[in-house]
Nanobody, 123 residues
Framework: QVQLQESGPGLVKPSQTLSLTCTVS??????????WAWIRQPPGKELEWMGA???????YYSPSLKSRTSISRDTSKNQFTLQLRSVTPEDTAVYYC???????????????WGQGTQVTVSS
């Protein structure tokens, strides 16, 4: 059973970069066909797929966030990270990391989830 845990600051100032790390246990993030995503849920809104990194290391981003988002990984630590640049208060959300066993952009297609971490963008 794969387990995921998000970590990072809960408060980020506007215009700064939001950085979160997902630590995975129970299996390597290089497992064939797995995709590791960041998904967020702003208050009162639906879950939003932000992007993913594949088992191969290839990255994929939501078109609406592509210009501000980077996802990378450290296979030696079995972690993957999210960087979201130039944040605004509209980026305030609960951020989740998640795993799917095949390519997916719909949150409901992800099988394993972290508990989520609240990030607030405010000065």
């Amino acid at each position: 059973q794969v387990q995921l845990q998000e970590s990072g600051p809960g408060l980020v100032k506007p215009s700064q970069t939001l950085s979160l790390t997902c630590t995975v246990s129970g299996g390597p993030i290089t497992t064939n066909s797995d995709y590791w995503a960041w998904i967020r849920q702003p208050p009162g809104k639906e879950l939003e797929w932000m992007g993913a990194i594949a088992y191969s290391g290839s990255t994929y981003y939501s078109p609406s966030l592509k210009s501000r988002t980077s996802i990378s990984r450290d296979t030696s630590k079995n972690q993957f990270t999210l960087q979201l640049r130039s944040v605004t208060p509209e980026d305030t959300a609960v951020y989740y990391c998640a795993r799917a066993s095949e390519w997916a952009t719909m949150p409901e297609d992800y099988d394993d989830w972290g508990q989520g971490t609240q990030v607030t963008v405010s000065s």
